[in-house]
């Protein structure tokens, strides 16, 4: 039974525009929720994180929008450089002791110049 | 910069074989972990320890045990490997404040292919 839910396997964008990743999640209890990214052949690099009592925390070009009564999160990428291109996974902290992370099974991004 | 470091980026084994997967870091970090990860799977957490000969189970650890005797080399051991453990298996770790803004940082992975 997956907690933490990434439904598009893939998707696609054209350099400049804006990428839109999202992640839903089941437990009402999870405050903590994190984005990795992972190019193949390396591991994955945390990338940006929000705590419930946020809506919103933009780091640059990466924004992560939490909407807890959805139990929904999404990443947004503006603008999509080429170097975007990696598989980004949404993960949850149950704990919220940086231990027992639950990740998503991760969407792959593809950005064409 | 945080580094953690995996002694094979790949490595082939036969069934039945027992096979030791090394990490180790180099940034004093209390906290180390050892995930796998499958195509449509993402990443699972197989073991963690929050300090030398201390360790915890993660969500799925049947069929690997793990050692930390140094603070900064944690091992998972395939006791005797099976071709359903052919993945990459990812390493990390922490500098373990308790809390949630302790950030894992990953090694490179290994891809190990049980024959």
């Known amino acids: 039974d997956q907690q933490v839910k990434q439904n598009s396997p893939s998707l696609s964008v054209q350099e400049g525009r804006i990428s839109i990743l999202n992640c839903d999640y089941t437990?009402?209890?999870?405050?903590?929720f994190l984005w990795y990214k992972k190019y193949p052949a390396e591991g994955p690099t945390f990338l940006i994180s929000?705590?419930?009592?946020?809506d919103k925390n933009e780091d640059g070009r990466f924004t992560v929008f939490l909407n807890k009564s959805a139990k929904h999160l999404s990443l947004h990428i503006v603008p999509s450089q080429p170097g975007d291109s990696a598989v980004y996974f949404c993960a949850a902290d149950p704990n919220q002791a940086g231990t027992a992370l639950i990740f998503g099974k991760g969407t792959t991004l593809s950005v064409s110049s | 910069d945080v580094k953690v470091t995996q002694s094979s980026r790949y490595l082939v084994k036969r069934t039945g074989e027992k096979v030791f997967l090394e990490c180790v870091q180099d940034?004093?970090?209390?906290?180390m972990f050892w995930y796998r990860q499958d195509p449509g799977l993402g990443l699972r957490l197989i073991y963690f320890s929050y300090d030398v000969k201390m360790k915890e189970k993660g969500d799925i650890p049947e069929g690997y045990s793990v050692s930390r005797e140094k603070k900064e080399r944690f091992s998972l051991i395939l006791e005797s490997a099976s071709t359903n453990q052919t993945s990459m298996y990812l390493c990390?770790?922490?500098?373990?404040?308790?809390?949630?803004?302790?950030?894992?940082?990953f090694g490179p992975g290994t891809r190990l292919t049980v024959l």
């Open positions: 990390a770790s922490s500098i373990g404040t308790g809390d949630y803004t302790d950030t894992q940082y």
């Open positions: 437990n009402s209890m999870f405050d903590y």
């Open positions: 940034m004093d970090h209390e906290n």
């Open positions: 929000i705590s419930s009592i946020k």
